[in-house]
Each structure stands twice: as C-alpha cells, then as structure tokens.
C-alpha cells in the first residue's frame, strides 16, 4: 500500500529541461530521505541526487551536479528533480526511492522504489 510513482519523465532535445516528480502515496515522506536514481541500458543503476528529510542536506553525482536540482515539498508529498541542460548521456529510467535514515540515500539499502520513468535524450 506505500507506493511511489514517478513522473515527467518523456523525450527532450540536448540542452533542454524536465522536471520530474515523485508522489507518495500511502505514507507521508516527512521523515524520510528521498533519492533519485536512473539506469541506463545495459548499465549498472546509479545514484543521481540525495535530499534528507527536512530538505536542509542535497547531495549530487559528479555527473549532474550544477545541471539537476533536487528539491521537496513535504505538505505536497512530493520531491522533484529539475534536470536542465540535458545530455544524451543522461538517457535512462529514472527511479526515486525512500529511506527511513532520513540522512543517507544508500543504493542497496532503500526502504521503497518506484517504477520508474524513462527520460530519453535525443535530436
């Protein structure tokens, strides 16, 4: 019944922006710390961003850092990811996921995932 669904995810020219978004239903997301990840075809899942719980801690990958923007709106339920200048590197499912550490967005150690949604880079 804790679910999360991703969203805004869809095809975009190099360069351009998505905002995507991820919902919380079934519990609050107040005291967790969401993660986003994506995964690439025939690659390994990675970890993109980090936000702990009240928002006041983001962490980024290398590879994205000052291009995405990790934020939350706990009265909403929901986190985003501004994703702007967009590369086709940046082609994958992107995934968010909760962890009751409310600090840490370890990979292997997330309570709930999402199904995911595809951002396709591309001209």
């Known amino acids: 019944q804790l679910q999360l669904v991703e969203s805004g995810g869809g095809l975009v020219q190099p360069g351009g922006s998505l905002r995507l978004s991820c919902a919380a239903s079934?519990?609050?997301?107040?005291?967790?710390?969401i993660g986003w990840f994506r995964q690439a075809p025939g690659k390994e899942r990675e970890g993109v961003s980090c936000?702990?719980?009240?928002?006041?801690?983001?962490n980024y990958a290398n590879s994205v850092r000052g291009r995405f923007t990790i934020s939350r709106d706990n009265a909403k339920n929901t986190v985003y990811l501004q994703m702007n200048s967009l590369k086709p590197e940046d082609t994958a499912v992107y995934y968010c996921?909760?962890?009751?550490?409310?600090?840490?967005?370890?990979?292997?150690?997330?309570?709930?995932w999402g199904k995911g949604t595809l951002v396709t880079v591309s001209s």
């Open positions: 936000i702990s719980s009240s928002g006041g801690s983001t």
């Open positions: 996921a909760a962890s009751k550490s409310g600090y840490r967005c370890p990979p292997s150690g997330m309570d709930y």
């Open positions: 079934g519990f609050t997301l107040d005291y967790y710390a």
